[in-house]
């Protein structure tokens, strides 16, 4: 006989029906997550949607109005925030400026009274590859090595898990590219699980296993990256994650792996398994990089779904790409990004065109969604 499912048995971080209330607003919404151990797992999700109070609960900082969060099994929705496992890197990084980069990692351990402090900062030094900056104040370090340093001091005390709120927003951009490669990099080398608040899709998706995308106090869709990129289930992260054209259609029919659906007047086919509408009305979504320009006519990528009567209305050329606007028979302007690779012309504005593309490329979403997340 199989013995019941233990909640003990999952050994990561597990949130289950968290609600977060400020006075009559409520911050997040019935969350539940599994964090499993060891992962890199990004909150991704614009200003104002939770993010940073899920982040808060998980430290202890804040108190769920409902729900449990357990870790490795145990319950510390209302644990203090020192009796937990978790340590958390801020923005502002919120180092000691009067220390040196050694004593501001060596000041847990040592207040802890810890042995073998020496070889331990050291070591911690090591990993994020500041081993000769040990002697210098914050002051004197870049933006991106004062992040490490903050990072050394949270891992250095050996959390179960690490807490990572925005915490590259304040550097430029080129920094927070190699910043994201080297987080990443350190994550895989500690194995411990990074939990990683951001509002740049970019970021999510270069260093987490999983995403999962919050907007305004719930999670819309979890998965990882390429999962969410492929297979969007709401407008909102179609759109949260890169860009999409949304065209209105109607399900005429499914028939084994293929959806067949009326858009305007052109039947074009959608793979089942992203197909998340249940019949009558729905969203078409396609990549702009997914879409095909050519010649009227052209049956470009055939058999795909062929599209005729556009017309281009704006080019942008940007290098490795072309990127169009193409004002489709029923008004709607629809968004094409052409690899610029040399076998292909490059359209005016003004020209007549065929917009095509590969059936498995496309998804389709319900209609009455954005009335639920609105
Ligand atoms: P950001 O990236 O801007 O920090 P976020 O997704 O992290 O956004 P939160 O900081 O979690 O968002 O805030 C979510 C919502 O809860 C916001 O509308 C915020 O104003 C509100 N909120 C957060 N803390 C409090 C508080 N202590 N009292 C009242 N409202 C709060």
């Keep these: 006989e199989q013995a019941p499912a233990r909640d003990d048995a999952f050994d990561g971080l597990r949130l289950r029906g968290v609600t977060k209330s400020f006075a009559a607003f409520t911050a997040v919404h019935d969350l539940d997550l599994d964090v499993p151990r060891g992962s890199f797992f990004a909150l991704l999700g614009p200003s104002g949607c939770g993010k940073t109070t899920t982040l808060r609960m998980v430290a202890g900082l804040e108190t769920p109005t409902a729900g449990s969060i357990t870790l490795a099994g145990q319950d510390i929705t209302y644990a203090k925030p020192y009796r937990r496992p978790v340590n958390t890197v801020f923005q502002n990084y919120a180092l000691f400026p009067h220390l040196d ?56 005390n050996k959390p179960e898990v690490l807490l990572l709120d925005e915490p590259l927003g304040a550097l430029d951009l080129k920094l927070r590219r190699s910043m994201q490669i080297e987080l990443k990099r350190i994550q895989t080398e500690v194995g411990l699980t990074f939990i990683h608040v951001t509002h740049d899709q970019e970021e999510a998706m270069t260093m987490a296993d999983t995403v999962a995308v919050m907007n305004a106090g719930v999670i819309e869709q979890m998965g990882d990256p390429e999962e969410l990129y492929e297979n969007p289930r709401t407008t909102f992260v179609a759109n949260f994650l890169g860009q999409s054209n949304l065209i209105e259609g109607t399900v005429k029919s499914r028939s084994g792996d293929l959806v067949t ?114």
């Design 101 to 156: 980069i050694h004593e501001n990692v060596a000041f847990g351990l040592k207040r802890r009274k810890a042995p073998d402090v020496a070889r331990q900062v050291r070591e911690m030094l090591d990993l994020v590859e500041l081993d000769t900056q040990a002697r210098k104040r914050p002051a004197q370090l870049s933006g991106g090595q004062q992040q490490r340093v903050a990072l050394a001091r949270a891992l250095i």
């Design 261 to 374: 659906v009326d858009m305007h007047g052109v039947d074009v086919s959608i793979p089942a398994h992203r197909a998340h509408a249940e019949g009558g009305k729905g969203w078409i979504g396609i990549r702009p990089e997914k879409v095909l320009i050519g010649d009227p006519g052209e049956q470009l990528d055939a058999p795909g779904n062929s599209i005729p009567g556009g017309v281009v209305s704006d080019v942008s050329f940007v290098g490795v790409s072309t990127q169009y606007l193409v004002r489709m028979p029923w008004g709607q302007e629809l968004q094409v990004f052409a690899q610029n690779t040399g076998h292909r012309r490059i359209y005016r504005q003004g020209e007549s065109v065929e917009l095509s593309w590969r059936p498995d490329y496309a998804f389709l979403l319900d209609f009455s969604q954005d009335a639920r997340a609105g």
